[in-house]
Each structure stands twice: as C-alpha cells, then as structure tokens.
C-alpha cells in the first residue's frame, strides 16, 4: 500500500527565516511525487510535480526536489503570504496509475 | 468554465438525512476525482470516473456512498442516511488524461 507521511506537522517562521518541509514515501513504482498548497477554505493548488530522483523544480521562493525514499519543499526567505498547508502526494505505476495518495500536510505559519 | 465548481459549498444535514454534492469540471477534462478531506486526516480518494469507462469506486467507505457523472460533464457524489462520521469537506477534482489534478474549492459537510 502506497505511504506518504509528511513532517513536521506544523511549522511556524519568521519571515525571511529559511526552512524546509519533508515528505517521505513508499510506493511501487513512482510515477509522480506532487505537491500541492492549500489555503483556508479552499481546495488544493497545484505547485510541482516531480517525476525522478535528483530532479529539482523552483517556483518564486519555493524549491523542490527528490529522492528515491523521500522529497523536500524548501522555502528560502518566506513572506507572510507563503502561510497555508502544503500538501504531499505521490502517483504509483500500474492499473491504478491515476490515483493520487496524499499525506496530511504541514500546516505552514509565516509571521511578519 | 474557467475552473472546477462544487456545490453547495457548506451544507448542514440531520443524522440519517440524504446529501447530495455537486461537481462541474473544467469543460475538456475527462476524468473527474472525488475526494474526502477529514479533520486531521489527508485527503482520501473516494471515486475515479474517466471518460465512458467504468469508474473506479474502490474508495468509497460504504454502501451509503454512490456517484455518477452524466455525459461525462456534471458528477453528483450521493451520501444516503448521513452519519456523524461523514462529516467532512468533500473535494472534486478534474483532469486530462495523466495529468494534473485541479480541485474546487470543497464541499463541507456537517452532520448533526
């Protein structure tokens, strides 16, 4: 069964104090490991996909990056507005390969 | 339309009550996802319809939990005799064929 377990469960910064949010998983066969930020009362939106080991992706302060049992979202000098929870999942191979399995999120507090 | 639009966006039910929750994907999205956002707990996958194939409803929790998806547009998730545990913020999601999910903003669900 597919596993995503994220930490910590909730983070508080200042802004501009750098830190970082794991994600750590088993699956068979990784298709896609996803991450998705969600506001209050909103539904999740979308911010990267990552599809192999050593692959990095970068979004304004946000980066993200992979390996074989785990991924990491990094977040250099973050704004107030960078506060929501950030959500993991990860897309196995096989028949049921449009299936995406989430962890619990970190729950992310920017303080001015 | 321009995203994915459910409703109602909250509804309070009594125990033992029918619900029904309404789902317009993104006009061209093929598949269309059903998930369950609990307190404290990630999102969990309830039903997967894609195109005029046989949606998968391995998700659902139990007999009470149906769905449909008429012309492969609008889906309607119905929940019969509404139980406490049922409470919860029920998310749509839709998509093109292995690609990125994107979700409406949830259906909250609280039952009395």
């Known amino acids: 069964e597919d596993q995503v377990t994220q930490s910590p469960e909730a983070l508080r910064l200042q802004e501009g104090e750098s830190s970082s949010l794991n994600c750590s998983y088993t699956?068979?066969?990784?298709?896609?490991l996803f991450w998705y930020r969600q506001d209050p009362g909103k539904g999740p939106e979308f911010l990267f996909t990552?599809?192999?080991a050593g692959e990095e992706k970068e979004k304004e302060r946000l980066k993200a990056t992979l390996t074989k049992k785990e991924s990491f979202l990094h977040i250099t000098a973050p704004k107030p507005e960078d506060s929501a929870t950030y959500l993991c999942?990860?897309?196995?191979?096989?028949?049921?390969?449009?299936?995406?399995?989430f962890g619990k999120g970190t729950l992310l507090t920017v303080n001015p | 339309g321009a995203g994915v639009s459910q409703s109602p966006s909250n509804k309070v039910t009594e125990k033992g009550k029918d619900v029904e929750l309404r789902c317009d994907p993104i006009?061209?999205?093929?598949?269309l996802y059903w998930y369950r956002q609990s307190l404290g707990q990630g999102l969990e996958f309830l039903i997967y319809?894609?195109?005029?194939?046989?949606?998968?409803k391995s998700g659902l929790p139990s007999d009470r939990f149906s769905a449909e998806r008429t012309g492969g547009s609008v889906s309607t998730l119905t929940i019969q005799r509404t139980q406490q545990e049922d409470s919860a913020v029920y998310l749509c999601?839709?998509?093109?064929?292995?690609?990125?999910?994107?979700f409406g903003a949830g259906s909250r669900l609280t039952v009395l």
């Open positions: 990552l599809y192999s």
């Open positions: 999942a990860v897309q196995a191979g096989g028949g049921s390969n449009y299936k995406l399995t």
């Open positions: 699956v068979s066969g990784l298709r896609g």
């Open positions: 999601a839709s998509s093109l064929p292995a690609n990125v999910l994107t």
């Open positions: 006009s061209g999205h093929t598949a």
């Open positions: 319809f894609q195109g005029n194939s046989a949606p998968d």
